[in-house]
């Protein structure tokens, strides 16, 4: 069964700091896709980043780093000098065959001024 | 290029009554997907529509039914509403299959009274 687990609920730092979401996955699958969305305020899901399970190159768009290793079953993210505007809940998402995404419970991450 | 377009925004309801949610996709995308989110359970798949045919369901009881137009157009129904009901319904299209992002409306918010 595919099953995604963020371990921090919630995450507070000051802004211009580095922060990093922890994403930890589980798929009997060896095809399969893991995705970031960002959820603001007001409610719709944004997609950030999509991974193929072949492709363990790591990412990076701008303050946005993303580290794929299917050795530990990980898809972090890193936000680097952080801003208020990155202040949202943050999903991981996994899907395999079937193609639904299986959603973690969201990190909710605040970036104080 | 309009985004995934879902109507109501908010809905009230009581327990015993149906509901019926609207969603148009991105155009030119095939494959409507559903989900629920409430903060008990997060985000959790209802179901997945592609050319009209349901392709794959979650693990949700009868009274959640939907059904996807000719034109892509997709709509959800849940009966005999209860107070379980409320929630946030996010609807999603993608352009095809094999993982690509599924790209997400703002949500319809339905509250049961």
């Known amino acids: 069964a595919q099953k995604v687990t963020q371990a921090q609920t919630e995450i507070s730092v000051v802004e211009k700091e580095d922060v990093t979401l922890d994403c930890v996955y589980e798929?009997?699958?060896?095809?399969?896709?893991l995705f970031w969305y960002k959820q603001p305020p007001s409610g719709e899901l944004v997609f950030l980043i999509r991974r193929n399970s072949f492709d363990e190159q790591n990412e990076i768009s701008g303050r946005y780093s993303w580290n794929f290793q299917k050795s530990t079953s990980s898809f972090n993210f890193t936000i680097t000098a952080s801003q208020v505007v990155d202040s949202a809940v943050y999903f991981c998402a996994l899907s395999e065959a079937t193609q639904k995404l299986v959603f973690g419970q969201g990190t909710r991450l605040t970036i104080n001024p | 290029k309009a985004g995934v377009t879902q109507t109501p925004r908010y809905l009230i309801k009581t327990r015993g009554q149906q509901v019926t949610l609207s969603c148009s996709p991105i155009?030119?995308?095939?494959?409507v997907s559903w989900y629920q989110q409430t903060p008990g359970q997060g985000l959790q798949f209802l179901f997945e529509y592609f050319s009209e045919t349901q392709r794959n369901k979650g693990n949700f009881p009868g009274r959640f039914s939907g059904r996807q137009f000719s034109n892509s157009r997709s709509e959800m129904n849940v009966s005999t509403l209860e107070l379980g009901d409320s929630a946030l319904y996010l609807c999603?299209?993608?352009?095809?299959?094999?993982?690509?992002?599924?790209?997400f409306g703002d949500g319809t918010r339905l509250s049961i009274l």
């Open positions: 798929t009997r699958d060896t095809t399969y896709y």
């Open positions: 155009s030119g995308h095939r494959s």
């Open positions: 999603a299209s993608r352009a095809g299959t094999g993982g690509s992002p599924q790209h």
